[in-house]
């Protein structure tokens, strides 16, 4: 007699469990009226962003610059161009060229104008840049230091100062 019990008590949870499947099944297919569905809450579809530009620059007309060597129109060594200065507008303005010294002991950075440069050939890591000054100019020029003003020394002296407001 102990078995009917049990198999009543296993018999009731099923049929509970039956209703319960079936009521979570009409409660989702349709909402009580007070209710919106889902869908009518969620926000509008993004638009899809548009596809970036896409510019493809030849692998003979651009090269990196920085690191490369640095040399007068007399073919003297200028030193390496170590980073690149740009105002707030992004346009480039100077390069800082690591200069003077022997493996890096004595050297000292200063900021040509980049109208100062000239690229030419670059095709290769081992072709330099031509700097429009002489190493005497470029040895009289002011070090470059990291939140300081930038003295920048170009090569025909009509350089205007930069000035921006706060």
Not at 65 to 86: C, H, K, N, T, Y
Not at 117 to 137: C, M, P, V, W, Y
């Amino acid at each position: 007699m102990r078995a009917k019990p049990m198999f009543m008590f296993i018999a009731a949870a099923f049929a509970a469990l039956a209703a319960a499947t079936s009521w979570a099944q009409n409660d989702a297919a349709s909402p009580p009226a007070d209710r919106k569905p889902a869908q009518q809450n969620a926000a509008p579809p993004k638009e899809a962003a548009p596809p970036p530009s896409v510019t493809i620059i030849g692998a003979r007309d651009a090269h990196g610059v920085l690191g490369r060597d640095v040399r007068s129109p007399a073919d003297e060594g200028m030193g390496r161009i170590v980073d690149v200065i740009v105002d707030r507008s992004g346009q480039v303005r100077a390069a800082v060229i690591d200069f003077g010294g022997f493996l890096g002991v004595g050297s000292r950075k200063i900021v040509v104008d980049w109208n100062a440069l000239h690229f030419g050939r670059i095709a290769n890591k081992s072709d330099s840049i031509t700097l429009e000054l002489t190493k005497d100019q470029v040895t009289a020029a002011p070090e470059y230091k990291e939140d300081t003003p930038i003295v920048v020394l170009g090569a025909s002296g009509s350089l205007q100062p930069l000035q921006f407001t706060p």
